[in-house]
């Protein structure tokens, strides 16, 4: 089928250029100025180094690297567990209040993300809302500080992304056909069993892309860390934003975006991988 | 036989209206029961509430002479077949058989040899490992049969289980279910609105019209003595006229007028009295039809008629006579060679008769 094939490869052509030349071309410059030194004021000289990655190789940014790593991943389970109870609610619901809930998932996109972020600030704060409820029901003492802290950049990550954890997990959800959960009870699980045994299995997919909304920006953040983290809650994205604009230093901050795009890719490997399984499993019973 | 599923009273609503409305009725330990109505009559509903999934809003259910009327779907001992078999898709077809038994951490011993028994019975084991999107409509029916069966319900619930497949598949699917009620002897209620499924299957029927139960009784009560207007138009074919009573002969037997029809004499087992409205049902078959006049009889309802229209079907022939501008049908059964008779052909002027016990009558409503 040479024909179809034309057809399927002259469709693809503009995500490829796209992703060509706002991702690959991108990644590959970033690539290159890695591996380009650079004198103390910042200009990029010729010739060739490994020194920069070399430098990397400490225990100040490997601590910073956990860290990344962790509190990403730590916010995207926080939003993958909040995000599938509200997906079973959201698509079990009458259509009326399907889309109610929508609008109120959406309607904070319309404002700026920075300002809902310096609202974070004044909830946060010792004097804020939050933090005088966990006083009040006695989760902390009135001396726990809240604002600036990992606490807080979690907090305010889960806030941020849970959008893009709850969009598609709803997707899937809408689509699940809910009769599978009677049949799982009638056969004698519990509600929670039949959850847990059918309707996350059956959504699996959406659980997977809601993973990866989360995760990649999470690890890429940079302005959560900044306004509402500590001196401990520097993540990757603060390094990077460090190397460019304070200390002018190119093929650092390449280096590290490097890296941040090689872990990012892994996990979005694995999806690939997955998928691609998937499918077969589709193409071969449909034959 | 005793009782095994009791209905006591059941009534429900959605929102305004009345899906069922004071049904009561029982089901015998080992029958084969079919619930069979037109769609929205409540009988899925009926089996909703035995399963679970529904709760009755007064009325009471009783499985062995316990009320189960509160108890959580997944503590009752009962197992559905759903109309779309909801296997679970990322389950294997093992897998999914096995799923009831592992929720009840049964040993895997115990687990791998009902598994074993059930791909038996229902002919899957070839295909034990397959996903359910890479089995037919009749495979994944069965698989849905032995998901439930495993169990060892007390009652097997049916949901239209044979709905979503085409005739031939259905027909055969009946004659497995047949067989598999027989291996098995637990009770099975069969939902269905094939009144021909029901009639073939069940021991006994209930038909349910507008969530009130119309009549219960064996597929050949229900055929020859239907008790409503409803159930008689509702299983099988059959003639109606509507008629008033001119004379009650006898205890059992009546002299029915009618407005352009030949008075009819006709069994009874109301009360009637003189001028009384009723309706009067006779089956195609059992309407004799001849060209000669047959022989006078004072039981039997004989009258001309012209033959309008003729439909050969092999084993039978429908025709549709007409007497004084009313159409009946009548079918006649080919019990004898055909080419050697006279044949009856169309625009024939042919006379028509069947005994007055072979019409029943229902009392009518002015209005109706």
Same mark, same amino acid.
């Given at each position: 089928?040479?024909?179809?094939?034309?057809?399927?490869?002259?469709?693809? &052509?503009? @995500?490829?250029?796209?992703?060509?030349?706002?991702?690959?071309?991108?990644?590959? =410059?970033?690539? /290159? $100025?890695? #591996?380009?030194?650079?004198?103390?004021?910042?200009?990029?000289?010729?010739?060739?180094?490994?020194?920069?990655?070399?430098?990397?190789?400490?225990?100040?940014?490997?601590?910073?690297?956990?860290?990344?790593?962790?509190?990403?991943?730590?916010?995207?389970?926080?939003?993958?567990?909040?995000?599938?109870?509200?997906?079973?609610?959201?698509?079990?619901?009458?259509?009326?209040?399907?889309?109610?809930?929508?609008?109120?998932?959406?309607?904070?996109?319309?404002?700026?993300?920075?300002?809902?972020?310096?609202?974070?600030?004044?909830?946060?704060?010792?004097?804020?809302?939050?933090?005088?409820?966990?006083?009040?029901?006695? &989760?902390? @003492?009135?001396?726990?500080?809240?604002?600036?802290?990992?606490?807080?950049?979690? =907090?305010?990550? /889960? $806030?941020? #992304?849970?959008?893009?954890?709850?969009?598609?997990?709803?997707?899937?959800?809408?689509?699940?056909?809910?009769?599978?959960?009677?049949?799982?009870?009638?056969?004698?699980?519990?509600?929670?069993?039949?959850?847990?045994?059918?309707?996350?299995?059956?959504?699996?997919?959406?659980?997977?892309?809601?993973?990866?909304?989360?995760?990649?920006?999470?690890?890429?953040?940079?302005?959560?860390?900044?306004?509402?983290?500590?001196?401990?809650?520097?993540?990757?994205?603060?390094?990077?934003?460090?190397?460019?604009?304070?200390?002018?230093?190119?093929?650092?901050?390449?280096?590290?975006?490097?890296?941040?795009?090689?872990?990012? &890719?892994?996990?979005?490997?694995?999806?690939?991988?997955?998928?691609?399984?998937?499918?077969?499993?589709?193409?071969?019973?449909?034959? | 036989?005793?009782?095994?599923?009791?209905?006591?009273?059941?009534?429900?609503?959605?929102?305004?209206?009345?899906?069922?409305?004071?049904?009561?009725?029982?089901?015998?330990?080992?029958?084969?029961?079919?619930?069979?109505?037109?769609?929205?009559?409540?009988?899925?509903?009926?089996?909703?509430?035995?399963?679970?999934?529904?709760?009755?809003?007064?009325?009471?259910?009783?499985?062995?002479?316990?009320?189960?009327?509160?108890?959580?779907?997944?503590?009752?001992?009962?197992?559905?077949?759903?109309?779309?078999?909801?296997?679970?898709?990322?389950?294997?077809?093992?897998?999914?058989?096995?799923?009831?038994?592992?929720?009840?951490?049964?040993?895997?011993?115990?687990?791998?040899?009902?598994?074993?028994?059930?791909?038996?019975?229902?002919?899957?084991?070839?295909?034990?490992?397959?996903?359910?999107?890479?089995?037919?409509?009749?495979?994944?029916?069965?698989?849905?049969?032995?998901?439930?069966?495993?169990?060892?319900?007390?009652?097997?619930?049916?949901?239209?289980?044979?709905?979503?497949?085409?005739?031939?598949?259905?027909?055969?699917?009946?004659?497995?279910?047949?067989?598999?009620?027989?291996?098995?002897?637990?009770?099975?209620?069969?939902?269905?609105?094939?009144?021909?499924?029901?009639?073939?299957?069940?021991?006994?029927?209930?038909?349910?019209?507008?969530?009130?139960?119309?009549?219960?009784?064996?597929?050949?009560?229900?055929?020859?003595?239907?008790?409503?207007?409803?159930?008689?138009?509702?299983?099988?074919?059959?003639?109606?006229?509507?008629?008033?009573?001119?004379?009650?002969?006898?205890?059992?037997?009546?002299?029915?007028?009618?407005?352009?029809?030949?008075?009819?004499?006709?069994?009874?087992?109301?009360?009637?009295?003189?001028?009384?409205?009723?309706?009067?049902?006779?089956?195609?078959?059992?309407?004799?039809?001849?060209?000669?006049?047959?022989?006078?009889?004072?039981?039997?309802?004989?009258?001309?008629?012209?033959?309008?229209?003729?439909?050969?079907?092999?084993?039978?022939?429908?025709?549709?006579?007409?007497?004084?501008?009313?159409?009946?049908?009548?079918?006649?059964?080919?019990?004898?060679?055909?080419?050697?008779?006279?044949?009856?052909?169309?625009?024939?002027?042919?006379?028509?008769?069947?005994?007055?016990?072979?019409?029943?009558?229902?009392?009518?409503?002015?209005?109706?």
């Amino acid at each position: 089928m040479p024909r179809k094939k034309l057809k399927e490869t002259l469709m693809s &052509l503009p @995500s490829f250029v796209w992703l060509t030349a706002f991702f690959l071309l991108p990644f590959i =410059i970033i690539c /290159v $100025y890695a #591996f380009k030194p650079a004198d103390i004021y910042g200009t990029v000289l010729k010739g060739w180094t490994l020194s920069t990655l070399n430098s990397l190789g400490n225990v100040y940014f490997y601590k910073l690297l956990w860290r990344s790593l962790w509190m990403s991943i730590f916010s995207t389970l926080v939003c993958l567990v909040l995000a599938v109870p509200m997906g079973y609610q959201m698509a079990t619901s009458s259509p009326k209040w399907r889309n109610l809930m929508l609008m109120f998932i959406i309607i904070p996109f319309w404002s700026s993300f920075l300002i809902r972020i310096f609202a974070w600030k004044t909830i946060l704060h010792p004097e804020g809302l939050f933090h005088q409820a966990c006083v009040f029901i006695g &989760l902390i @003492s009135q001396s726990t500080p809240l604002l600036y802290t990992n606490f807080a950049v979690v =907090i305010v990550m /889960v $806030y941020t #992304f849970i959008p893009f954890a709850l969009l598609p997990i709803y997707t899937s959800a809408v689509k699940f056909d809910f009769q599978l959960i009677e049949a799982a009870m009638d056969l004698g699980a519990s509600r929670i069993r039949a959850i847990t045994k059918v309707f996350i299995p059956g959504i699996k997919k959406g659980i997977l892309t809601a993973a990866l909304m989360v995760f990649i920006p999470a690890i890429g953040t940079y302005v959560i860390p900044d306004l509402v983290g500590g001196v401990n809650s520097d993540m990757i994205g603060n390094k990077i934003a460090q190397k460019t604009f304070a200390e002018r230093n190119i093929p650092e901050a390449s280096a590290i975006s490097m890296i941040l795009t090689l872990i990012i &890719l892994i996990p979005l490997g694995i999806l690939v991988l997955y998928s691609r399984k998937g499918r077969n499993l589709e193409i071969r019973s449909r034959e | 036989m005793k009782n095994e599923v009791i209905f006591n009273n059941i009534t429900k609503h959605f929102k305004q209206t009345e899906a069922l409305s004071n049904v009561s009725f029982s089901i015998r330990e080992g029958e084969f029961f079919s619930i069979l109505g037109p769609s929205g009559c409540g009988k899925t509903t009926l089996l909703r509430i035995l399963a679970g999934f529904e709760s009755p809003d007064e009325g009471a259910i009783l499985l062995n002479n316990q009320d189960i009327t509160n108890l959580p779907t997944n503590k009752r001992p009962v197992n559905t077949v759903f109309q779309n078999y909801a296997l679970f898709p990322h389950l294997t077809i093992e897998e999914n058989i096995a799923f009831g038994l592992r929720i009840k951490k049964i040993s895997e011993d115990q687990i791998q040899r009902d598994i074993d028994q059930m791909l038996e019975l229902i002919q899957m084991a070839p295909h034990r490992h397959k996903y359910p999107h890479q089995i037919s409509g009749g495979q994944k029916q069965r698989v849905a049969i032995a998901r439930a069966l495993v169990n060892k319900p007390k009652v097997l619930l049916l949901d239209e289980p044979l709905a979503a497949l085409d005739l031939k598949l259905r027909q055969k699917m009946l004659i497995d279910l047949d067989i598999i009620h027989d291996e098995v002897g637990i009770t099975f209620i069969f939902v269905t609105h094939d009144q021909e499924e029901a009639m073939a299957v069940s021991d006994r029927i209930a038909i349910l019209n507008n969530g009130r139960l119309e009549q219960i009784g064996t597929p050949t009560e229900i055929y020859e003595t239907p008790k409503s207007r409803f159930v008689a138009r509702f299983i099988g074919d059959t003639n109606f006229f509507d008629g008033i009573v001119e004379q009650v002969i006898d205890k059992e037997y009546s002299l029915l007028h009618f407005d352009d029809f030949p008075p009819v004499k006709c069994f009874h087992d109301l009360p009637l009295t003189k001028g009384d409205l009723v309706h009067l049902s006779v089956r195609p078959e059992k309407i004799q039809i001849s060209k000669e006049p047959p022989q006078e009889n004072p039981m039997f309802n004989c009258m001309k008629g012209t033959i309008d229209d003729k439909v050969y079907k092999g084993d039978h022939t429908h025709f549709g006579v007409v007497v004084n501008n009313r159409k009946l049908s009548v079918t006649k059964q080919h019990n004898r060679f055909l080419l050697d008779q006279t044949q009856i052909d169309w625009e024939d002027e042919v006379w028509i008769s069947w005994h007055a016990n072979d019409g029943f009558i229902f009392s009518r409503e002015k209005h109706a």
